[in-house]
């Protein structure tokens, strides 16, 4: 089993479940050629019939995290092993199926990757707060709905006007808005480590400090920020015009009205320490300023 250097337990099971449901890539190994003859006649067959290899595989790794596992540790290791193998599955579209499935492939993988990484990640910088919602694959009935709405839109389209999804330019410039958005809020994380959490707290831990340099240093609310731009890249990796403006608006909308209520709770943590910080940094979102208590001192005055 793997060694994970300076993770607990719950991410070390994660990360080799994770890695186990990855495993279904072997099945370009297994029809590759390399096995015949000794294997000819299956070889032809699973190639002819790849999506059997992954329901074979599937199962039978669950059944091993059956057998290895039991009750929290067993939950940990299916939700890892489960986006492993959607994570494996999206490299399989993206090669095997037709050219305007291979952006769903592409947007499989980054999804199932963030995923994947916000557990990591939290086992990693903030351990004490590592639990199975932090997979965030339950994170909320809105979120869901969002994700199918995209679904609908990139299958109805692609139906129609399959040339439109394979504008490579479009989709591979979404690719790269994920990946900054993903390396801002991974930097977030792991720089306010124990200060960071993924519900706003209304009360102030003992521990709780005020972040203010790394990723933090360039915007008030980096983890927003890269969440952001990764939830509108994601729609242009699928080419979806209408839900990648429909995204952008929703986005705004949540973080505005989410950044406005948790500098409440920080100027009544930090009180001037956070009114210097907000003169110095913006929030990183456009057209977003965050409550504004000195403002509205000024206006009560006059």
């Known amino acids: 089993m793997i060694s994970c250097f300076r993770m607990v337990h719950e991410g070390q099971i994660s990360l080799q479940s994770f890695l186990l449901g990855l495993g279904i890539l072997s099945y370009f190994l297994v029809t590759c050629g390399l096995w015949s003859p ?36 067993w939950q940990i290791a299916v939700r ?14 993206s090669v095997l199926c037709s050219s305007s499935y291979h952006v769903f ?10 995923h994947y990484s916000e557990y990591i990640t939290t086992a ?21 709905l969002a994700a199918v709405a995209s679904w609908v839109e990139f299958f109805i389209e692609r139906h129609f006007l399959p040339e439109m999804k394979t ?25 306010a480590k124990t200060n960071f959490n993924h519900i706003v707290q209304t009360e102030r831990q003992k521990d709780h400090e005020l972040v203010t340099w790394g990723a933090y240093s360039m915007f008030r609310h980096p983890s927003y920020v890269g969440w952001f731009w990764w939830s509108i890249g994601t729609q242009l990796i699928l080419v979806n015009p209408i839900c990648t403006i429909a995204y952008a608006l929703a986005s705004w909308s949540f973080f505005y009205e989410r950044i406005y209520f948790e500098e409440l709770t920080l100027l009544k943590f930090f009180g001037e320490k956070y009114l210097d910080y907000q003169k110095k940094v913006g929030t990183g979102l456009p057209f977003i300023r965050g409550y504004q208590y000195v403002r509205r001192v000024r206006q009560e005055s006059e």
């Open 105 to 114: 492939g592409w947007y499989m993988v980054v999804l199932t990757l963030f």
């Open 167 to 191: 504008l490579w330019y479009l989709s591979t410039f979404g690719i790269l808005v994920c990946l900054w958005g993903e390396i801002i809020r991974k930097a977030a994380m792991l720089t």
């Open 80 to 93: 890892g092993c489960f986006l492993g193998t959607a994570c494996g599955l999206g490299v399989m579209v």
């Open 124 to 144: 990693i910088g903030n351990p004490a707060t590592l639990s199975l919602d932090s997979y965030l694959l339950n994170h909320s009935v809105a979120y869901g």
């Open 38 to 73: 000794r294997l000819g006649v299956a070889e032809e067959w699973l190639q002819d019939h790849p999506w059997v290899y992954c329901s074979c595989f599937f199962a039978s790794v669950n059944a091993v995290l059956a057998l290895a596992f039991r009750g929290k540790s």
